[in-house]
Nanobody, 120 residues
Framework: QGQLVESGGGLVQPGGSLRLSCAAS????????MRWFRQAPGKEREWVAA???????TIADSVKGRFTISRDNAKYTVYLQMNSLKLEDTAVYYC??????????????WGQGTQVTVSS
């Protein structure tokens, strides 16, 4: 029943910035871990960032210091602020919502993805 819709992708030059948004519906947003993943051409999907229900943030080493994740529970939305973008950041970015008990994930909802292209 959960639904996620990403937006904000596009074409940007190296060093530029983009802010991705993911609007959630159909579940109790504030109680879910929210994550961003990305998949570059020819590569496997990789985890980018996560924010827990209480606002705790974890950022992948590959983007740490450049990307930040945040959530607005009142707006049922999670964001990925991407600064100092590099060519290697080019990928389809996916929003994910899930609950976790130990190592088991539940209600693992995915958005359709939004394309981010970094090019000079």
């Amino acid at each position: 029943q959960g639904q996620l819709v990403e937006s904000g992708g596009g074409l940007v030059q190296p060093g530029g910035s983009l802010r991705l948004s993911c609007a959630a519906s159909g579940f109790t947003f504030s109680m879910y871990v929210m994550r961003w993943f990305r998949q570059a051409p020819g590569k496997e999907r990789e985890w980018v960032a996560a924010v827990t229900s209480d606002g705790g943030r974890t950022i992948a080493d590959s983007v740490k210091g450049r990307f930040t994740i945040s959530r607005d529970n009142a707006k049922y939305t999670v964001y990925l602020q991407m600064n100092s973008l590099k060519l290697e950041d080019t990928a389809v970015y996916y929003c994910n919502a899930a609950r976790r008990t130990g190592s088991t994930w539940y209600d693992n909802y995915w958005g359709q993805g939004t394309q981010v292209t970094v090019s000079s």
